[in-house]
């Protein structure tokens, strides 16, 4: 499941990107090497599916018969201010993540996502049922998605933060460290999606710090709107009108 959410996207040269997207994409936005390396083939890829929106929604938007079936769903609506799911503003100029949304946590990868990778791209899908469920393991994970070079997939991704040494390991449920950074390599990582227990595997994002604003509370996204203005976001007519209805609601 999933929906709409602002994301705003500040290059180190201050270049932005207001824009509507999917909530499907943030993961793979933000738990990403190449954005800690502010990669521009990461931006890239981000802004792709962005631009061709856009150019789809200016050319038909007359008819209303546009190519892309997203289309009207996210293009009309570049605004940097919560849109239904929230709001998250990646700011590469000062080094700082604003998130306020639920949909997922910038910082870490859950060991289960993990082990269904691995047993997704081993082709051993009997596995998966058995990852959400008190059963056993009915074959051992496959290992081969840590060869590949797709970034969609979490393991993949959780890989290169293994190999520069910014994974620990947490107890999900009670927060405790299990696994510093020196002593969490790939072989560990494999041991421990294999386990099925509740592991949080924490990414350094460093430089990038993120800052958390709960969307649904009025203090909360009153913080967030001070701390985008703060940052030097100027704010339009339209969008300043948006927060005002944003925070009205959540005062009601």
Known sequence: MGGSVALTLREQNGTQHRM???????????????????????????????????????????????????????????????????????????????????YTSPGWFYAVSIAIDMAKNAGTLGVVTALSTDQPHPAKLGRTVFDLTNDQYEAVRLKAFVEAGRVEVRDSETDRLMHSRGETDLARVIALAEQKKHYLFHLDLAPFTIERFEPHNLEDMTRLKARVLELGFRLSREEDAEWDGWLEGLAR
């Not at 509507?20 to 090497?33: A, E, G, Q």
């Not at 990669?39 to 890829?45: D, L, M, P, S």
């Not at 929604?57 to 201010?81: C, Q």
């Open 20 to 102: 509507c997207r999917s909530t499907n994409i943030l993961p793979w936005v933000m738990n990403n090497m190449k954005l800690v390396r502010k990669a521009q083939e990461h931006i890239q890829a981000v802004l792709k599916d962005w631009k061709m929106m856009c150019k789809d929604h200016e050319r038909n938007k007359g008819t209303g018969e546009f190519e892309n079936e997203m289309t009207d769903v996210y293009a009309p609506y570049p605004h940097l201010t919560p849109i239904d799911y929230g709001l998250v503003v990646i700011d590469m100029r000062e080094d700082v993540i604003l998130t306020a949304q639920e």
